[in-house]
C-alpha cells in the first residue's frame, strides 16, 4: 500500500492543480446578483366569508352525511315490532308449547317464570 502511494506522489506531486483566475471572488456577489432572475412578488388574496365559514360547512355536511348512514345501515328501534314479538310470544298454542315443556323438564310454573323474564328484557 505505502508503494502505491509512494509511485503516484513521485508521478503526480504535491503541487495543487486547481487553479482560480485572477480576481475571481473580488467581485463574486455582485457578478452573481447580476446573473439571477428578478423576484416576482404575487400578491395573496383576501380572504372572504366563505373561504373561512367553507371548512366548517364541509364538516357538517359530514356529520350528517354519517347520521343519515348509521340511521339507514343500523335503523332506529321499532317499538310495534317488540310488542308484537311479546304478544306472538304468548300466542303459540298448547301443541308447541308442551313438548317443550317435556324436552326441558321444565313445569309450568317454571315455563312461565322464564317466559316472563325473557319478556322483562326486551322491555329493558
Known amino acids: 500500500m505505502k508503494k502505491e502511494e509512494i509511485n503516484l506522489l513521485n508521478r503526480c506531486g504535491r503541487k495543487n492543480a486547481f ?8 467581485d463574486f456577489a ?3 446578483m447580476d446573473k439571477l432572475p428578478e423576484k416576482s412578488f404575487v400578491e395573496v388574496p383576501a380572504v372572504t366569508l366563505w373561504g373561512r365559514v367553507r371548512p366548517w360547512v364541509y364538516m357538517a355536511a359530514m356529520f350528517c352525511g354519517i347520521m343519515l348512514m348509521v340511521r339507514m345501515f343500523v335503523g332506529e328501534k321499532n317499538s ?3 310488542e308484537m314479538s311479546v304478544v306472538n310470544l304468548f300466542e303459540f298454542p298448547d301443541e308447541y308449547i308442551d ?17 316472563t323474564d325473557a319478556d322483562t328484557e326486551i322491555y329493558k
Not at 19 to 26: A, H, L, R, S, T
Open 19 to 26: 487553479k482560480v483566475p485572477d480576481g475571481y471572488f473580488e
Open 30 to 32: 455582485g457578478q452573481l
Open 80 to 82: 310495534q315490532a317488540s
Open 99 to 115: 313438548p317443550i315443556v317435556n324436552q326441558s323438564m321444565m313445569d309450568d310454573y317454571a315455563l312461565y317464570q322464564y317466559l
